[in-house]
């Protein structure tokens, strides 16, 4: 780790999830939620607008546009990620790469998603040309389903029932109660869990994300042009990530080995361990995806997640996990929101949901992109 | 989630390299094709191998054994016009010769589990179209 350029996010800004849901707008577009959420990050870090000189687009239809609508048509890096969940580690980690390597000094990540106002579906997109459509005719065409296929297994392996996968659904719900930002507010209980319809069975409707409508942006910049800044850095950790990509949305075991690749490689950069972190912010496209997640990066051995989460996600939590309602409850930012949340607890900012004490977090995503990073005020990485 | 499926059931496209395949079918037959190189055998069909980058393959009939490597119920509809109505079956099978492709299984939910042996037959789903349908054996 010697001479390197601690990266730390110096602004975030996310928009008002629950306002938006209100009020569904086939107008409303991307580049106006990320600029929303841009103009927040920008003055929670207190920096110019032209100090920004490289910008990275996740969701939106042109970074060019993007870039004019933002009136930064000058800058020393810009490039888009694709309209994926995955992306989010990736885009922290571009930027601190990026930063690290002086291609640029201070970046702005903005994401926008008019998933509801467009009426979007994660279901069915694929060509008949593409390897995918073998799937499809045999009507097997969702992430939820390939989801929900890995769960079957986890549940055929090591005897999980859908009890682990309803507690990370109320948790998530109870956690939104006290966002006031969050799309569902509406506590949760088994029994609600239960009698939801299956989508993709095993799965229910409150196994899946929302899709909704927001924005979020995030500010970040070298530690040592962090330190003059009005508000507290929030130090990133090395971002590491690895892979297990197939054509469909399929890991022989359910992204484990790929999981555990990520967080021995976080074990070593950092020295952190799972039982050091206060606030775990684990991607949740669907409720599986925590149970896989706790077991990959080291929470719980393998087969364990469900006596994990009855252990410590239950009525009273002994663990924070998305507390700000997850993807299942705040609203489904692919990530974006989760990282934004993470930088809260750690500056102490997150409102009622604020964890006391809360000094290390960590950000999961178990996809076929598998990434993490710990965020801290602490500037321990250097 | 949209609430009605605006697209057209799908089959994957018949060209060049994926000819074999239907042909196959129709004469009740999984087949994979197999790489003139290397010998890797591959199924979806795909212009190249992915082990060697070869475009040279001939096609082998599998054995149209495999196992259960898991399953979903579907209860939402995708498509309009879906050969299979919701709430459907779908499995990934594990086949003997290697690749895990994706079918239905005529059987119960609860006579499945995760590694029991199948048998496919092939079954004429829309003209033309054969696709392998598992039975426990
Ligand atoms: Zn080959």
Redesign the interface.
């Known amino acids: 780790m010697m001479n390197r350029k601690n990266v730390a996010i110096v602004g975030v800004g996310t928009t008002h999830f629950a306002d938006l849901y209100a009020k569904r707008d086939p107008a409303r577009d991307e580049y106006g939620l990320a600029a929303d959420a841009f103009a927040l990050a920008l003055a929670d870090s207190g920096l110019e607008k032209s100090k920004i000189d490289g910008l990275i687009c996740i969701r939106i239809p042109s970074y060019s546009a993007m870039a004019s609508y933002l009136g930064m048509p000058h800058l020393r890096f810009v490039n888009s990620l694709e309209a994926a969940g995955r992306m989010a580690a990736l885009a922290i980690q571009y930027a601190q790469l990026l930063i690290e390597a002086g291609a640029a000094e201070t970046i702005a990540i903005v994401y926008g998603n008019v998933g509801r106002s467009a009426s979007a579906s994660y279901g069915g997109a694929f060509n008949t040309k593409s390897i995918n459509a073998y799937d499809a005719m045999n009507g097997l065409t969702s992430p939820g389903a390939f989801l929900a296929a890995h769960f079957q297994r986890h549940a055929a392996l090591y005897g999980t029932t859908t009890d682990a996968l309803g507690r990370v659904a109320i948790n998530n719900r109870r956690n939104a109660t006290l966002n006031p930002a969050a799309v569902f507010r509406e506590p949760i209980t088994l029994d609600d869990y239960m009698s939801a319809p299956f989508i993709a069975e095993p799965l229910r409707r409150l196994d899946y994300c929302l899709i909704n409508d927001g924005g979020v942006a995030f500010v970040l910049t070298s530690a040592e042009r962090a330190q003059d800044l009005k508000s507290d850095p929030v130090f990133i950790s090395p971002v590491v990530t690895t892979t297990d990509l197939s054509f469909r949305y399929v890991s022989e075991d359910g992204f484990y080995s790929a999981a555990q690749r990520v967080a021995q490689q976080l074990h070593c950069a950092t020295g952190i361990k799972a039982g050091d972190v206060d606030i775990l912010q684990v991607y949740d496209n669907f409720t599986p995806v925590v149970l896989l997640s706790l077991e990959g990066f080291g929470y719980c051995p393998l087969g364990e997640a469900g006596a994990w989460v009855a252990e410590n996600l239950g009525d009273l939590p002994k663990v924070s996990l998305n507390s700000s309602g997850g993807h299942t409850s705040e609203g489904y930012m692919q990530g974006f929101a989760l990282i934004a949340e993470g930088a809260r607890q750690i500056r102490g900012t997150a409102g009622d949901r604020q964890k006391a004490g809360a000094q290390l977090a960590q950000y999961m995503c178990l996809s076929p992109i598998v990434g993490s990073f710990y965020l801290s005020l602490e500037n321990r990485w250097s | 989630?949209?609430d009605e499926?605006k697209?057209e059931y799908?089959?994957?496209?018949i060209?060049d390299y994926t000819e074999g395949y239907w042909q196959g079918a129709i004469g009740g037959k999984i087949r994979a094709q197999q790489c003139k190189a290397c010998g890797y055998v591959r199924l979806?069909p795909?212009a190249h191998c992915s082990q060697c980058l070869s475009t040279r393959s001939k096609w082998v009939d599998l054995s149209g054994h495999g196992s259960i490597?898991?399953?979903?119920?579907?209860?939402?509809p995708?498509?309009k016009h879906?050969w299979?109505v919701p709430?459907?079956l779908?499995a990934?099978v594990r086949l003997d010769e290697g690749p895990?492709?994706?079918?239905?299984i005529d059987a119960d939910q609860e006579r499945l589990?995760?590694g029991k042996k199948l048998r496919a037959r092939l079954e004429e789903v829309a003209p033309g179209?054969f696709?392998p349908v598992f039975e426990l054996t």
Do not use: N
């Open positions: 989630m949209a499926p697209i799908p089959f994957p496209a060209q979806p795909t490597w898991s399953w979903v119920i579907m209860h939402r995708y498509f879906h299979q709430p459907y779908v990934l895990l492709i994706s079918a239905a589990a995760v179209r696709l």
